[in-house]
């Protein structure tokens, strides 16, 4: 008699852990963030499910400048202009997104205490004018070259100093909303949409996360 209760009590044990499994399994693939490459998950790339609504808000918002190649694929980068890593950034990886029809939506910065009054100029020009050939002349000269002369002054001008100021509280409310999913903002900080919609993220300093990103965004991993 106790053979016979045994065999069926043990079946049944087996099945409640096989459907256990299964529903962890589920769980794992239906919940954005969890199931993540193991490149994805070495690169840093977080699903910014929590306070995403809030996170989409503050970057669409922002004073970003692109070259408007796509509404539906585009990648926000987050960077001051002096930054090595967010310049390695653009000229190994920027013409290959471009190339893909990926549009690259830069925000601007300038960073509390460690930024110079040209920078600031540069800044609020941004982020007023919106303008992508600005942003590469600016790119596309030494650092210590740009002078800000003729732009309305980061400093001096009310409404440009404003902005400057607009750009450093973007960053202060992006900060622990990125934190809340696992991702600490640094510079670059990239943001782009998933497959799935939902939005991804990374502080990709450096190189060796290259391929996890082109890779999410559809390019090669070289």
Request: hydrophobic fraction near 40%; charged fraction near 25%; glycine fraction near 10%.
């Amino acid at each position: 008699m106790s053979r016979r209760l045994a065999r069926p009590a043990l079946y049944s044990a087996m099945l409640a852990v096989g459907a256990g499994l299964a529903f962890s399994a589920a769980m794992v693939f239906a919940t954005p963030g969890r199931a993540e490459t193991a490149e994805a998950q070495a690169a840093g790339i977080r699903t910014l499910s929590v306070g995403e609504d809030k996170i989409r808000a503050l970057i669409t918002q922002a004073g970003w400048v692109s070259p408007g190649l796509s509404k539906s694929r585009w990648i926000y980068m987050v960077s001051f202009r002096s930054c090595p890593d967010c310049i390695r950034f653009e000229s190994e990886v920027f013409p290959a997104l471009h190339k893909a029809g990926v549009d690259t939506r830069v925000i601007v910065i300038a960073r509390r205490a460690r930024s110079t009054g040209p920078e600031r100029t540069g800044v609020g020009e941004l982020w007023a004018k919106r303008d992508w050939k600005t942003f590469e002349t600016w790119t596309g000269m030494p650092v210590d070259a740009w002078t800000g002369e003729g732009y309305p002054s980061g400093d001096l001008d009310l409404a440009r100093a404003a902005l400057v100021e607009k750009a450093r509280q973007f960053v202060d409310d992006l900060s622990p909303l990125l934190a809340d999913n696992g991702v600490n903002l640094h510079y670059p900080t990239l943001i782009w949409q998933g497959r799935d919609g939902h939005l991804r993220g990374c502080a990709c300093e450096t190189k060796d996360t290259y391929p996890a990103v082109r890779a999410e965004l559809g390019l090669p991993a070289n």
